[in-house]
């Protein structure tokens, strides 16, 4: 596989997974719904095939198909396989809740001997139309021994940043927005119980950006889908996302002087650094905690004709644009901003602000074009503040997941794991600060003693970037719930490749680091090897 390829378990993974999911080490290519033969098949549960006929509410069973360790499962057509660890029951079904909904749900049974008695479900990206997101967490969470659910939200688009397939569909964007995953528990429910001997015992859900946004939704409207919630860079609002994504698109392209070449992105990161990355007291490449770094992109400015090494004025105004956030018409801040000092990190900048194509556009252009207007034509070069962002926050009723209402969720014992990368160029982490800033003050001493926060330096859109960013939240999450202290260190890894450590493929390990539970941070003790965790404690922010 080749290092230079991107990844963000992304609002965007038609255009971005594609660009790590490829090489050896993930081939094995079918169509659809079709597993490659991998090692000759060893010993499986001859039940597995009999759940074809399981009797479901509105629903059918396409098929049940045992799956031998080392196979390669092609969750979507034309996408990318995924190497398997373990064996399990690969469940198929086709839920239709109304006449035009259409849900595709899989669910992945572990052998009976290695199940450990509990489920995760698994969340989407971006708009959805794909099982391959959440079968990267199924995999991972198979091979652990959880009986692992996930769907395509209920629809077929080109890729995840597409919502054409809601143009006039209001069943589809129920579907979408929380109907798809709800459905998806319960049905996963039903197959576990049909083919296992003993009860289910808890169940989990993860996901990260719209996948954070579903697993949020989950708890505020389903709480008692799920008694704990990993919830990573979560997208929302939609609606105030959207726009601001809007907003970012209109501060860098509506003008030919204010774009921001690529390769003017190395000198802000590196100034950027220069500035802010040993504020924490270890030169690393990764600034700590970016809101502290008083960075002025203005050192960059040209003293006479543009050039290679220098910001015009108006790039000058630009980058500081994206950095403080977007602001409304008053000139109020509307949405967070960007913060500095991973300005040039492939996947980072390039692809969501300031590149050809850039993701923010294309997402913004998606969200007012199909779900707000309906207008197939509508031009993201048309867009207007004052006008269209009221008419987004009237249609977001079925996709907001933003209350900071988790009482019922909390009242049962459910706990909530949110965590942001500090290098998020997609959804800013300020964003998600905020979010659980309000679930403290809404749910008192409930929220204090459920819900943590883990804020991730160097972390890129949910995974990838400078810093360490491979960690395993759902193992504490699960030790939590099931009866431990809240958790007060994760151990993150840094990898040469981040997506093949994250799929346990070995590869070389640069760097470990502790994640604190917000708003602690990582320091190092002053002795011993700054890339070993061990050498690090949790305290106070200075």
């Known amino acids: ?300 400015a040209c003293t006479g004709e543009d050039g290679p090494d220098c910001l015009t004025a108006a790039q000058v105004e630009t980058v500081r644009a994206l950095y403080r956030g977007p602001r409304d018409g008053q000139g109020q801040p509307f949405f967070p901003g960007h913060p500095p000092g991973i300005e040039a990190t492939p996947g980072a900048w390039d692809l969501w602000l300031t590149g050809p194509g850039a993701q923010h556009g294309k997402f913004a252009s998606e969200f007012f074009r199909y779900f707000v207007h309906a207008d197939p034509n509508w031009r993201i070069e048309d867009f207007d503040l004052e006008r269209e962002f009221p008419q987004a926050l009237a249609i977001q009723a079925d996709i907001n997941a933003d209350s900071p209402d988790l009482g019922r969720f909390l009242a049962r014992g459910g706990k909530l794991i949110l965590y942001h990368g500090y290098g998020d160029a997609a959804i800013p982490p300020q964003n998600t600060i905020d979010y659980y800033q309000r679930v403290l003050k809404a749910g008192g001493r409930a929220a204090a003693n459920g819900v943590r926060l883990f804020m991730v330096p160097g972390m890129s859109h949910c995974l990838a970037g400078p810093g360490p960013n491979v960690f395993d939240g759902v193992a504490a999450l699960d030790a939590w719930r099931r009866g431990g202290t809240a958790p007060e260190r994760i151990i993150a890894t840094k990898y040469d490749n981040d997506l093949l450590g994250f799929l346990g493929v070995p590869v070389k390990q640069i760097r470990t680091r502790p994640l604190c539970p917000y708003p602690k941070v990582a320091r190092w003790t002053g002795s011993g090897a700054t890339d070993a965790a061990e050498n690090f404690t949790c305290t106070d922010h200075p």
């Not at 660009?19 to 081939?27: E, F, I, K, V």
């Not at 198929?92 to 992945?108: F, M």
């Not at 099982?131 to 995999?139: E, F, G, H, I």
């Not at 704990?228 to 996302?241: D, K, Q, S, V």
């Open 1 to 300: 596989m080749r290092h230079n390829r991107r990844l963000a378990l992304s609002l965007g993974t038609g255009s971005v997974l594609a660009m790590l999911l490829a090489g050896p080490a993930l081939a094995g290519q079918t169509s659809a719904g079709q597993t490659s033969p991998g090692p000759p098949a060893g010993p499986h549960i001859p039940q597995c095939e009999a759940l074809t006929g399981l009797p479901l509410t509105d629903g059918t069973v396409e098929a049940a198909t045992p799956v031998a360790a080392g196979a390669t499962v092609t969750p979507d057509e034309g996408k990318y396989g995924l190497p398997i660890a373990a064996a399990f029951c690969r469940v198929q079904i086709r839920l239709s809740p109304t006449p035009a909904s259409s849900i595709r749900v899989e669910v992945w049974l572990p052998e009976a001997a290695a199940w450990n008695g509990r489920m995760l479900g698994a969340g989407n990206g971006g708009f959805g139309s794909n099982m391959t997101v959440p079968a990267l967490v199924m995999r991972g969470g198979v091979a652990k021994g959880y009986a692992a659910v996930g769907s395509d939200l209920g629809h077929f688009g080109k890729s995840d940043v597409d919502a054409s397939w809601s143009l006039g569909q209001p069943e589809k964007l129920k579907d979408y927005g929380w109907r798809a995953n709800h459905l998806a528990a319960a049905v996963a429910r039903r197959v576990i119980a049909a083919y296992y001997p003993s009860p289910l015992g808890e169940a989990y859900f993860h996901g990260c950006s719209d996948g954070g946004r579903e697993a949020l939704m989950e708890a505020q409207r389903f709480p008692e889908d799920y008694d704990a919630i990993l919830a990573g860079a979560p997208a929302i609002p939609w609606a105030r996302l959207a726009t601001a994504m809007a907003l970012n698109d209109r501060t860098v392209f509506s003008r030919p002087e204010s774009a921001l070449p690529n390769t003017k992105l190395p000198l802000l990161q590196k100034a950027a650094l220069a500035r802010c990355d040993a504020q924490d007291g270890v030169t690393d490449g990764v600034i700590d905690d970016p809101r502290r770094c008083d960075f002025d992109p203005g050192t960059l």
